[in-house]
């Protein structure tokens, strides 16, 4: 979480490059279970994205509604899960109830935002994409990310995109 906590502290010097609309967070969907929307990114024949936040965080929030939103609009399901959530239920891949926190600690995720590419059975498909080191370079890190993931979805599945 001091990871976390730095990410916010940085993010304060943003606040000269953030218009007031970045005031409100957008939203992405939050699972209940990531076995379900996994197995739902499979039958598209897509890799489940799953971005870690946290509440407040500009960079969450610059990945957000620049890159994840409208690739959850081109169809990408791309689902969300906050750092910091220890009250809404989450089914693991394991089949195991719990919550946000306990799997985000369990994946060892130290950072927001940090994106996940999985498979229907819950392994990372694509190298996690941590922070956001540079703007101009994130879509580039994003699609080259999703294109090994994707390449690695269609393998196990036998279609070719």
Known sequence: ???????????????????????????LPIPDSLPD??????????PLVL???L?????????RRNYLLPASAD???VWQINMQDKQRPLTGFDGQMSHA????????IRLAPTLMFLNARGQEVAERLIG???????????????ATARQAVSAASGKRF
């Open 75 to 77: 169809g990408l399901p």
């Open 101 to 108: 926190a306990a799997l985000i600690a369990r994946a060892k």
């Open 51 to 53: 971005l870690i936040s």
């Open 55 to 63: 509440r407040g965080c500009p960079y969450c929030e610059l990945a």
């Open 132 to 146: 956001i080191a540079s703007v101009d370079f994130y879509g580039a890190y994003l699609d080259e990310r999703l």
């Open 37 to 46: 929307v996994a197995a739902a990114a499979e039958r598209l024949g897509e």
């Open 1 to 27: 979480m001091a990871l976390a906590g730095l990410a916010l502290h940085l993010g304060a010097g943003m606040s000269s490059i953030l218009s007031p609309a970045w005031a409100q967070e957008s939203a």
